[in-house]
T-cell receptor, first 111, second 114 residues
Framework: RKEVEQDPGPFNVPEGATVAFNCTYSNSASQSFFWYRQDCRKEPKLLMSVYSSGNEDGRFTAQLNRASQYISLLIRDSKLSDSATYLCVVITSSGTYKYIFGTGTRLKVLA | ETGVTQTPRHLVMGMTNKKSLKCEQHLGHNAMYWYKQSAKKPLELMFVYNFKEQTENNSVPSRFSPECPNSSHLFLHLHTLQPEDSALYLC?????????????FGPGTRLTVT
């Protein structure tokens, strides 16, 4: 089993739709989690951290489910500009911290 | 200039060439990283520097040689590369190394080895 897994997609959704992605992780000792957005041929950019109690930033909501070992990203009222690949990052610590990136989920928002 | 910058943005080199990638961060961070991103693969961490000291080397071949003269600058020296080394090389920085804090990425150097 991969340490971090994401559905590669693509998720094709119409403008205005709500879409959610999950990211599962295998190490129950994982401590910190982030969502990054990566546009085609560009660098990853931090979208949001994921807090234990869940957190929201505008149209974006991140959730953590430790029992089932996954994080999720919900995007409401999708915009064309949301089209990108969304990477999850899981950080574990066993002496030193280890950052593990998922392969990303590709989202296409269609007009 | 703000954030993390990288030069060159694109590089084509032959297998016998020697070239260097440069990264500079203007965020006041103390840690810098090199990552490799190949198509359909997750980002692979190559090297980590914390306060100019190398703390991680994830079994990277010796044809890749990092250099960190200060907390703001990071280089990746390349020599006798292989075609499979063609990828996007991303530099990142964070407040301290691998301490659970978020990383900020530069735009990357797209490397093609012919």
């Amino acid at each position: 089993r991969k340490e971090v897994e994401q559905d590669p997609g693509p998720f094709n959704v119409p403008e205005g739709a709500t879409v959610a992605f999950n990211c599962t992780y295998s190490n129950s000792a994982s401590q910190s989690f982030f969502w990054y957005r990566q546009d085609c041929r560009k660098e990853p950019k931090l979208l949001m951290s994921v807090y234990s109690s869940g957190n929201e930033d505008g149209r974006f909501t991140a959730q953590l489910n430790r029992a089932s070992q996954y994080i999720s990203l919900l995007i409401r009222d999708s915009k064309l500009s949301d089209s990108a690949t969304y990477l999850c990052v899981v950080i574990t610590s066993s002496g030193t911290y280890k950052y593990i990136f998922g392969t990303g989920t590709r989202l296409k928002v269609l007009a | 200039e703000t954030g993390v910058t990288q030069t060159p943005r694109h590089l084509v080199m032959g297998m016998t060439n020697k070239k260097s990638l440069k990264c500079e961060q203007h965020l006041g961070h103390n840690a810098m990283y090199w990552y490799k991103q190949s198509a359909k693969k997750p980002l692979e961490l190559m090297f980590v520097y914390n306060f100019k000291e190398q703390t991680e080397n994830n079994s990277v071949p010796s044809r890749f040689s990092p250099e960190c003269p200060n907390s703001s600058h990071l280089f990746l020296h390349l020599h006798t590369l292989q075609p499979e080394d063609s990828a996007l090389y991303l530099c990142a920085s964070s407040q301290v190394a691998l301490a659970g804090s978020e990383q900020y990425f530069g735009p990357g150097t797209r490397l093609t080895v012919t």
